[in-house]
């Protein structure tokens, strides 16, 4: 019940706002052909942050160089500014008492939204923590 509390609130206070950003940034990678995978990227960290809270990202351990090399592209081309809107939606929330969980939770969200190859969004309910791997 806590979950969709603040998924709830989270969708209204900066996960819709969050989503946009994300979608126009697949919208713009896939217009530019070669950048697709960081558009389908883009899309699914998008549909995390409308709904981040009973998931959690893993890195993939079968992620190589060519996730690495993706990740540097990333970072110039979308990643940047991506993180710019987490840092001031983080920044907005931490205002108020109430938002502080919601502005903690913006932050951890930078990580994969600068180094989203090699990442993998699961439910907190199908994987061990700690073991990095989904089950």
């Known amino acids: 019940m806590l979950r969709l509390i603040l998924n709830v609130v ?19 990678a896939c217009v530019l052909i070669v950048t697709i995978p960081f558009g389908v990227a883009s899309f699914r960290i998008g549909f995390y942050a409308l709904w981040p809270f009973g998931r959690d990202v893993v890195r993939r351990p079968t992620a190589g160089a060519a996730s690495t090399i993706g990740n540097v ?6 990643g940047w500014w991506l993180v710019l809107g987490h840092l001031g939606t983080a920044i907005a929330l931490a205002i108020t008492i109430v938002g502080l969980p919601l502005a903690w939770a913006n932050l951890k969200l930078i990580p994969v939204s600068l180094f989203p190859l090699g990442s993998q969004i699961v439910d907190t309910d199908t994987y061990v923590p700690g073991s990095r791997i989904a089950t």
Do not use: E
Request: proline share 0%; glycine share 8%; hydrophobic share 85%.
């Open 10 to 28: 989270w969708l209204v206070l900066s996960g819709f706002w969050l989503f946009l950003a994300y979608l126009a940034a697949g919208i713009l």
């Open 73 to 78: 592209l990333w970072i110039i081309l979308f």
